[in-house]
């Protein structure tokens, strides 16, 4: 497949002589400890065209073979090709290979010439397959039978691009992926309440189904620092490695990442993490209770993010206490009674028009501080003065935002918070009861 030196003169020539190249690009584990760590888990195979011709670039290779019928056989034929070069580089079975799959092409049958390449993988490789999220929105049963067919082979299942489409976030699921894929205007552009909105729906899915999140396009620390302020766990991108040939001694690596299943790392020690309920150090609340922060990050790994970045999380959140069909508890502490602003009081008071409770903590709060608010002064020696947390519980919908100022100096949006999402109503009404204990019977 690789390296044909007959001249190419057609997209046919191309798919008949299968003159398909294979390139690799590191995906990594994410430590939200230690920014620095950069393991590598596996590589995503990345398919090229015969250089100097007008399909060397993909996107003009799938489009020239769709317009000739033949795009099946192309996908078969990249992917064989992927097996076959990670398999001749000595890819162990500790590393993962992702590559990228039509799912109409699954359904297909195999080109006899490249069964044995499909077979060799399935012997000797671990891999994930990814599916882009365009496909299940286009025709859901497709793809759905394709990810079936990749567990029935043992392996895993990616969602590719989640983001870069308004209607990705409903097919999370029915694909049901063991990998979540982050769109890199996503991570490169993490502000805005469309980020926040996914970044909400990927944590919830994720917590529930113990998928792990990859960031695509990480190409700058700041990136990076997105990344993991949206609770990624996996990372890929040019500031980890651009495609290219497998390394001469990836032989010989090995890491933990298990597929299906991708297991979240292991906090890492790190003197700037907070120290939890029950441990030295940990800080409970004058009443003698846990705070949420202690109780979610007790039982969740927490990321690290800025004001700026948490504050569409937290309004995403909010908005959820404006249904007055079920009427939910909103519930806050925001530190310092300056940052329920105006524009927040506006807020909390439409949610009290209709839920069963609206309730702030902060220093310096009125008992009253908006219209059908519950206010709660902080002492200047609380521990909730530390946090921020925006937690929701309703009929049928709970979720919690929980974070820990890391105490920075410098401008307001920029200071940076440890913090989790939960959308488990067991965790959440555990963070709930730890604030419903500092509210006074009116």
């Given amino acids: 497949m690789e390296g044909h030196t007959t001249i190419i003169r057609t997209i046919d020539d191309v798919l008949d002589l299968r003159a398909v190249t294979t390139v690799f690009q590191p995906i990594v584990r994410l430590d939200p400890w230690q920014h620095d760590r950069r393991e590598v888990v596996g590589y995503e195979a990345l398919t090229r065209g015969p250089a100097g011709t007008p399909w060397e670039e993909p996107l003009r290779l799938f489009e020239a073979a769709a317009e000739r019928g033949r795009l099946a056989e192309l996908d078969w034929a990249c992917r064989a090709g992927a097996y076959r070069a990670a398999i001749d580089a000595g890819?162990?079975?500790?590393?993962?290979?992702?590559?990228?799959?039509?799912?109409?092409?699954?359904?297909?049958?195999?080109?006899?010439?490249?069964?044995?390449?499909?077979?060799?993988?399935?012997?000797?490789?671990?891999?994930?397959?990814?599916?882009?999220?365009?496909?299940?929105?286009?025709?859901?049963?497709?793809?759905?039978?394709?990810?079936?067919?990749?567990?029935?082979?043992?392996?895993?299942?990616a969602l590719d691009d989640v983001g870069a489409w308004p209607g990705s976030l409903s097919v999370l699921?029915?694909?049901?992926?063991?990998?979540?894929?982050?769109?890199?205007?996503?991570?490169?552009?993490?502000?805005?309440?469309?980020?926040?909105?996914?970044?909400?729906?990927v944590a919830a899915y994720a917590e529930r189904a113990g998928a792990a999140v990859l960031a695509e396009g990480i190409e700058t620390r700041e990136h990076l620092a997105a990344a993991l302020g949206m609770g990624a766990t996996l990372g890929q991108g040019w500031l980890f490695g651009?495609?290219?040939?497998?390394?001469?001694?990836?032989?010989?690596?090995?890491?933990?990442?298990a597929v299906p299943?991708?297991?979240?790392?292991?906090?890492?020690?790190?003197?700037?993490?907070p120290a939890r309920?029950?441990?030295?150090?940990?800080?409970?609340?004058?009443?003698?209770?846990?705070?949420?922060?202690?109780v979610v990050a007790a039982r969740r790994p927490t990321a690290e993010a800025t004001k700026r970045m948490l504050l569409p999380l937290s309004r995403c959140l909010e908005a959820q206490a404006l249904d007055p069909a079920e009427p939910p508890m909103l519930l806050a502490s925001l530190q310092e009674g300056g940052h329920f602003t105006p524009a927040t009081a506006r807020r909390y008071a439409a949610a009290a028009e209709t839920a069963a409770l609206v309730a702030v903590l902060g220093t310096e709060l009125p008992g009253v501080p908006a219209p059908g608010v519950r206010g709660v002064a902080l002492a200047s020696d609380d521990a909730l003065r530390g946090e921020w947390n925006v937690i929701v519980v309703g009929p049928h919908f709970a979720g919690a935002l929980v974070a820990r100022d890391l105490a920075d100096a410098g401008p307001d949006a920029g200071r940076r918070f440890t913090y989790a999402l939960t959308y488990d109503r067991d965790l959440v009404l555990d963070a709930a009861r730890a604030l419903l204990h500092r509210i006074v019977p009116a």
């Fill in 91 to 157: 890819l162990p079975p500790g590393l993962t290979l992702f590559v990228n799959a039509e799912p109409a092409a699954l359904s297909e049958p195999c080109p006899p010439d490249l069964a044995p390449a499909i077979l060799d993988a399935q012997l000797r490789l671990r891999v994930v397959t990814e599916m882009s999220e365009r496909a299940v929105g286009g025709d859901p049963a497709v793809p759905l039978a394709a990810a079936e067919a990749c567990r029935a082979a043992g392996w895993g299942v």
């Fill in 173 to 201: 699921p029915f694909v049901q992926p063991d990998v979540v894929k982050l769109d890199r205007h996503l991570t490169q552009q993490p502000g805005g309440v469309f980020a926040a909105r996914v970044v909400n729906a």
């Fill in 242 to 257: 651009r495609p290219g040939p497998l390394p001469d001694d990836v032989a010989g690596r090995t890491c933990s990442l």
């Fill in 261 to 273: 299943f991708v297991a979240p790392p292991a906090p890492s020690p790190d003197a700037r993490r």
């Fill in 277 to 294: 309920a029950g441990q030295p150090g940990a800080r409970s609340s004058r009443t003698g209770h846990s705070t949420p922060y202690e």
